[in-house]
């Protein structure tokens, strides 16, 4: 008799689960940024937002919750309702960096959240002031060695994909360019701009206009496949560091325990918003393309990130109180 109860238990339960999937969406996602407004994250929401209401037929309200380096949105995502009715745009600093850089984080990337989908891929570049007499990455080891202790890089802060990509360059060659960190990745390419650091690795779409109108000197990108924004320009492996490539990237996660059916009804809606061309060329002009792919491929991407990032951070030693 008890078999039975418990039987019919389970029955109702997943009847009731497949009842509310089938009818999901049926109230308004919040979609939380864990940065503030204005920035390239709140940017890809905001892109993304307008679309996926059409898809689901629902309100999708941003939520912009910055603050300790993306870990206060993202918390607020891990310990929210498994419901589908909270989802997080993910990035590669809590996602893969925190649990490393801080202390402490009140969460974990791994067991609380559900991949959904990878959204980005972003190259960064390296850039320097038209003042550095350089053209190539040959040239600037050169000079680096030439003036040992002298180039600088700036960066958004410790940690960010700009500070790591800086570290990893040191590592691959040896070298020590000392690091700048700025409160923002903005304060920073201002001042590379304006020829105070002379150094950057910064994120393509946000170095890009300058590039072009010859206020920075692009010498390599740091994926490990050319950029079509600047195709004429060779990666850092291309240039003469074999196997180097570090990119940043972001994604949509949700709770851990959100229903795998919801998971999958958003996988599909965003890949096939990514799939519309106008929407991808509007996408691309972020300085990102379009990755899109399977919930499966994302969860892959964010444990082997977090152990190659962790690493890098541990091995430069650097922290956040």
């Known amino acids: ?23 999901y969406p049926s109230k308004p996602i919040k979609f939380v940024v864990p940065y503030p407004p204005g920035g390239p994250t709140d940017a890809m929401a905001r892109l993304i937002q307008g679309p996926l209401q059409t898809k689901l037929n629902t309100p999708v309200i941003i939520d912009n919750r910055g603050g300790a380096g993306g870990n206060i949105g993202s918390d607020f995502v891990a310990k929210s309702p498994a419901d589908g009715y909270t989802i997080l745009l993910a990035a590669s600093g809590p996602m893969a960096v925190n649990k490393t850089l801080y202390k402490s984080v009140p969460f974990d990337p791994e067991k609380d959240f559900a991949p959904i989908i990878q959204i ?58 000392q690091h700048i960190p700025y409160k923002g990745a903005g304060p920073a390419l201002n001042d590379v701009v304006g020829g105070h650091v002379k150094v950057m690795f910064d994120i393509l779409g946000s170095s890009v206009q300058y590039i072009k109108t010859g206020k920075l000197r692009p010498l390599a990108v740091t994926t490990a496949t050319r950029s079509p924004t600047l195709p004429d320009v060779p990666t850092l492996a291309e240039a003469g560091l074999p196997g180097y490539s570090i990119s940043g990237w972001h994604g949509i996660v949700a709770p851990a325990a959100t229903p795998k059916p919801v998971i999958s009804k958003l996988n599909q809606a965003i890949n096939e918003i990514f799939a519309d ?34 690493k890098l951070v541990k091995d430069a030693g650097v922290t956040v109180d």
Request: proline share 7%; hydrophobic share 45%; aromatic share 6%.
């Open 1 to 23: 008799m008890l078999k039975k109860a418990i039987l019919a238990s389970m029955l109702i339960a997943q009847a009731f689960t497949a009842a509310a999937n089938d009818v």
């Open 120 to 177: 980005s891929a972003f190259p960064l570049v390296l850039e320097v002031h038209p003042s550095v007499p350089v053209s190539s990455l040959k040239q600037f080891l050169a000079l680096a060695k030439e003036r040992p202790g002298e180039l600088s890089f700036a960066s958004a802060g410790n940690g960010t994909p700009q500070h790591l990509a800086g570290e990893l360059f040191n590592s691959a060659t040896g070298m020590k360019l």
């Open 277 to 310: 061309p106008g929407f991808k060329k509007r996408w691309e002009e972020l300085g990102t393309p379009i990755v899109g792919g399977t919930p499966e491929t994302f969860g892959a991407l964010m444990r082997s990130e977090s152990s190659k990032l962790g």
